[in-house]
């Protein structure tokens, strides 16, 4: 069974779920993987979020496929909004450095001016870095203490194409907003992908199997820890409804980024450097679809 022989049962089981049948044998291809990976994390202020992003998309354009990043607005081990980046690099240290140097290049540029549209911004590096060779099998526990057992999740999603500066400020000061709106959204996380890989997985054109979410948009994950100890049935649903209500503000701003978003000028400088003035970006009319 392939492309050739019997092309619609490959198409079927090539992207389909558990309704084809049954398949009694796999041969899969194997391609070599480093025992240990340059992996960790890069912990920057919240006022760093326009040069982080910023960053990422322009990287993730020329990325190598070895590399991987995850951007994720939570709070840090303080318990205060932190921007943590998650990098991998199946590889060694000093490929894995030189993959990432745009980003550890923020600290290296600490104090000089970083200009966005209408503003300018003073760099800070990371707060911390624990980036570091370790062994592979640990890379996808990484993330684990950030959600310990005995605890209730809630999770949604988002996609896009792209993030723009704009967006992702916008978006993060409506997070913190949300957080404070409620006390069981303290947990409350967003973790935006940046996987160069979505080039080889598009290799296959949709149309090619079943699968019919196979698009090149990335993934961002909206995070709901709630205590396990909470039982006010109530208040849990309150939080989820106000979850829902952030996922639909991030989707209207990600949909007006195909636009030209439009800010007052006043609010250009606040959006960039404070965490706590909201932006309410509009869209320029479009023409009616017709």
Known sequence: MNATANEDLFWGIRGGGGNFGVVTNFVLKLHPQPRTVFAGFVVFLPSMLGPVVS?????????????????????????????????VYHGGEEEGKKA??????????????????????????PVDNKTSMIPYEVVNGMINRMAP??????????????????????????????????????????????????QKIMSVKPEDMA??????????LLALKLDGSVKDEEAKAKAKELLTEHRLFCEKLIISQAGDIQQPESDKCAAYASLGKSISPTRKRLPPLT
């Open 55 to 87: 960053v990422l998309e322009e990287w993730l354009s020329t990325a190598t496929p070895l590399a991987n990043a995850n951007l994720v607005f939570a709070p840090g081990p303080d318990g205060n909004a932190a921007i943590i980046v998650i990098v």
């Open 100 to 125: 990432f140097k745009p980003l550890f290049d923020l600290g290296e540029n600490t104090g000089q001016m970083y200009m966005f549209p209408g503003c300018q911004h003073t760099l800070i590096g």
């Open 149 to 198: 057992p005995g605890n209730h999740y809630y999770f949604t999603g988002i996609t896009r194409t792209h993030l723009t500066v704009q967006t992702a400020v916008a978006i993060h000061d409506h997070l913190l907003k949300m957080r404070a709106s409620h006390p069981l959204l303290g947990g409350f996380a967003m973790e935006w992908m940046y996987y160069p890989m979505v």
């Open 211 to 220: 699968f019919r979410m196979r698009t090149p948009d990335l993934g961002c």
